[in-house]
């Protein structure tokens, strides 16, 4: 009877401890959409500097990472983020109606690039440069098509615009540019003049063997009719909709990860601005 009692009360004790102390349980993982070969952004090898911070957040939350890889930018969050998939994506415009948004965890802007050596001055879209260059590498869709329309010289790269492209997809003819091959135009003296995302090139421009030159854009340039043309971009992650409680951790992590994840992204060459001063 009393080793009955005895092993009652080493039971009871044990079940208290447990109550105070409860086992740890997995974490649950961390899901990031990410395009499966979208450099410098992503790829599957983890080589991007959006793959690198992903990893960075995980180890932050103290949460394992599950990248989930798609293929064409254009559906993703509506293939992939909205029907479960994944949890966050990395590298949405702050206020992304899409989706909710975290603090901007960078804000960069559309460059000039150029050869360092012999290489066109150019500071704005007034530049004199602009109008001499025989070949401007841009992407379409971007502020730079925009602005070439704007200064009368988008015709003129029409055809080497063409050249340029990198990839077309089967699905619907999804026109890819190649950052990289853009970079190295102006590298190699066939292009005197590059306009890229920031983002996008930095890499590309701090490994050219010929030395580049990247010059920010300022943030005012406006159309023939008016309207302003943004040059200038805050970057967070974007969350499921029916994630808010994600968000708000998120957050946190990105404070708390704010100094690494600016050394990670010098070290990539990234021109950084800082945050516009809210009004009011």
């Not at 180890?59 to 890889?69: F, S």
């Not at 975290?102 to 500071?123: C, H, K, L, Q």
């Not at 309207?227 to 992650?237: D, I």
Request: overall charge negative.
């Amino acid at each position: 009877m009393d080793q009955i009692k005895l092993l009652s009360a080493a039971f009871s004790l044990t079940a208290g401890l447990l109550a105070a102390n409860p086992p740890a349980t997995a974490q649950e993982p961390l899901k990031v959409c990410a395009a499966e070969d979208e450099m410098p952004y992503s790829n599957k090898k983890g080589e991007g500097f959006e793959n690198k911070i992903a990893s960075l957040l995980g180890k932050t939350l103290n949460r394992p990472v599950e990248m989930v890889y798609w293929t064409d930018p254009r559906y993703y969050v509506r293939d992939y983020l909205d029907k479960g998939l994944c949890d966050v994506t990395l590298g949405v415009d702050a206020g992304d109606p899409r989706v909710l948004t975290t603090r901007p965890y960078y804000r960069s802007g559309y460059v000039f690039i150029t050869r360092e050596e012999n290489g066109p001055e150019v500071e704005n879209w007034n530049s004199e440069a602009l109008r001499k260059a025989k070949k401007i590498a841009f992407v379409p869709g971007t502020p730079a098509e925009t602005m070439l329309r704007a200064i009368g010289r988008y015709n003129d790269m029409f055809n080497y615009s063409q050249e340029l492209v990198g990839f077309k997809s089967k699905r619907n003819q999804y026109v890819k540019y190649d950052h990289a091959k853009l970079v190295s135009e102006v590298a190699a003296g066939n292009a005197e003049i590059a306009v890229l995302w920031g983002p996008a090139a930095a890499r590309y421009v701090k490994a050219s063997q010929s030395p580049l030159t990247m010059t920010v854009i300022p943030d005012d340039n406006k159309r023939a009719d008016g309207q302003k043309v943004g040059h200038h971009y805050s970057t967070s992650v974007g969350v499921r909709k029916d994630k808010p409680a994600l968000l708000a951790e998120l957050n946190k992590a990105l404070e708390e990860a704010e100094d690494d994840i600016e050394d990670l992204l010098e070290e990539e060459g990234m021109p950084l601005l800082d945050e516009p001063e809210s009004a009011g």
